[in-house]
């Protein structure tokens, strides 16, 4: 164990002088979840499929390292011989993970498809996803829906002594609070990656200053929203899809993105946060406020989508 601190406190130093991180800093014993082993030091044993259906692939199996024994479920196919580091974590609510460092060769390179239909996906806090072809997805908010049970947890941890046993117990009760509302999120966002991939080939976004958002935001209930919205999260799903597939992201600055007319391209200076519905000064175009931005992005991408408007 010391071994090990001494170790990861070399790295980081190493990592901080090459200008790669951050300054290291002291790590308090209760904070040290993590646990990493070379390539030797740990092995599988007792290896079956447990997988029905679409999850074949999943095994399950029994990791056996010096601090005993993890039964694991594994996700996908792992080269075993290839692994060269294992990390054995465990997460503030009591979920442990176990991850396989795999050196690959090369990573292969997917051939990129010409895009035949694009879509352009307008992040907000009412709607989370506006697209383009004027479907759009509500903001569940996750974590205001939550906050209520968060602010009574808080509360009982407060009243506890610090590194009590009922401290940790309540501690992990909260970590698991909060897993929950990020796990549900994820999966939101991954559900949305899945039908977006299927239907397209090319994907416009806005690329979204979100710290600087959070900062500009003058109502706290706003900076919570922006929070709890996870852009840059949702964002990386959706490249991760896509790129996956082999298809293509497009990251645009988002300037004026909201305030910008589709039709005319003209700017709308006195459109409001809280003005749902874009009115065009110049040409009298009247729409909806995230579908007109989305639109402005596929317009900005070099994609025009044919359109008809519903009210001339
Ligand atoms: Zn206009």
């Known amino acids: ?36 082993y070379p390539e030797s030091g740990w092995r599988l044993s007792n290896t079956r499929e447990v997988g029905l259906g679409k999850n074949r692939n999943k095994r399950k199996a029994r990791l056996l390292s010096k601090i005993g024994f993890f039964t694991l479920i594994i996700h996908r196919e792992l080269p075993e011989k290839q692994v060269s580091q294992v990390c054995v974590k465990l997460e503030p609510s009591g979920r442990i993970h176990v991850i396989f460092l795999v050196e690959e060769p090369e990573a292969k390179e997917l051939p990129s498809k010409e895009p035949k239909r694009a879509v352009g996906v307008d992040l907000g806090i009412t709607r989370l996803a506006t697209l383009s072809d004027g479907s759009f997805l509500e903001n569940p908010k996750p974590l205001e829906r939550s906050l209520e049970g968060i602010r009574v947890l808080q509360r009982t941890l407060s009243r506890k002594r610090f590194l009590s046993k009922n401290w940790l117990k309540t501690k992990r009760r909260f970590a698991k609070h909060h897993e929950r509302v990020k796990d549900f999120r994820r999966d939101l966002f991954f559900k949305l990656g899945a039908l977006l991939v299927e239907e397209y080939d090319l994907l416009v976004l806005e690329d979204l200053n979100v710290q600087g958002l959070i900062q500009k935001s003058e109502t706290k209930r706003r900076r919570l929203r922006l929070h709890d919205s996870s852009f840059s999260v949702l964002r990386a799903v959706l490249e991760w899809e896509f790129l996956k597939r082999g298809k293509t992201v497009l990251a645009l600055p988002a300037y004026n993105s909201s305030r910008e007319c589709f039709l005319c391209g003209g700017i709308n200076q006195n459109l409001t946060l809280e003005d749902r519905i874009f009115h065009c000064p110049h040409c009298g175009f009247t729409l909806d406020r995230d579908l007109n931005a989305s639109l402005v992005l596929l317009k900005r991408a070099g994609w025009v989508p044919p359109f008809q408007c519903a009210c001339s």
């Open 1 to 36: 164990m010391a071994q090990q601190v001494a170790e990861r406190f070399y790295q980081a130093r190493k990592r901080f002088f090459e200008g790669l991180s951050n300054k290291p800093k002291k790590k308090k014993p209760y904070k040290f979840l993590s646990l990493v």
